[in-house]
Structure formats: structure tokens, C-alpha cells
Nanobody, 126 residues
Framework: QVQLVESGGGLVRAGESLRLSCAAS?????????MGWYRQAPGKLRELVAQ???????NYADSVKGRFTISKDNNKNMVYLQMNDLKPEDTAVYYC???????????????????WGQGILVTVSS
């Protein structure tokens, strides 16, 4: 089964930047319909960070507006989250979510899937 793998997380200081990437493993995303990034801080519920629904406008959590940008590269079949001016309250595990058409290299099938990554930790120190 195709999986999503996040990369680019780590430990940074407040005010610094990171770019998270999300790529398919075991297959290829050949058409992205909707994409999003979510995060879950310790002791808290998972929350929306940024989302671009199918045919819709991108929306951001109020806490990240003006600092974070979601984007995609159709040629590379990648989804990104650029995070600038990071704050300690941005510390969380970040998850990507991509709904679209996937080519499963293992099972040699193509199908519409809504897939979540396993998450990557971002830690921002003060």
C-alpha cells in the first residue's frame, strides 16, 4: 500500500524556518486533488495547519497565517509546508494528508486514495 513520508522536521530556534516535505513511498501520486498539513502537540488534539481542498481555496489556521505556506510540485509529486518565523507553540508532530490518484508500484494498480503520513516532529526552542 502506498504511504506518505514526511521529511524536513527537526529542532530549531524561535524565529527560524523549516520546510516540510511529503512524498509517496511504494508508489506515485499522479494527481493531487486535496492536500493538507495537520499537527498534534503533546496532550492536545490533532489540528488543521493548512489545507487546500479539491477545487477550493487554501485555508490556514489563524495561528500560522502569514507565516506558513502550503504548496505542491506537480512534476515531483511532492507537497510542502514552508514554515517561517517559528514559535515554541509550533512544536508538534506534523502530518501530511493527500487525497488523489495514486499508482501503487507493489500491487501495480491505480486508485483514488486518501492517505496520511506517519508524522514528523518539529521542535522550536525559545
Amino acid at each position: 500500500q502506498v504511504q506518505l513520508v514526511e521529511s524536513g522536521g527537526g529542532l530549531v530556534r524561535a524565529g527560524e524556518s523549516l520546510r516540510l516535505s511529503c512524498a509517496a513511498s511504494g508508489g506515485t501520486i499522479f494527481k493531487i486533488n486535496a492536500m493538507g498539513w495537520y499537527r498534534q502537540a503533546p496532550g492536545k488534539l490533532r489540528e488543521l495547519v493548512a489545507q487546500t481542498p479539491a477545487g477550493g481555496q487554501t485555508n490556514y489556521a489563524d495561528s500560522v497565517k502569514g507565516r506558513f505556506t502550503i504548496s505542491k510540485d506537480n512534476n515531483k509529486n511532492m507537497v510542502y509546508l514552508q514554515m517561517n518565523d517559528l514559535k515554541p507553540e509550533d512544536t508538534a508532530v506534523y502530518y501530511c494528508n493527500v487525497a488523489g490518484y495514486y499508482s501503487d508500484h507493489v500491487r501495480s494498480i491505480e486508485s483514488y486514495e486518501d492517505v496520511w503520513g506517519q508524522g514528523i516532529l518539529v521542535t522550536v526552542s525559545s
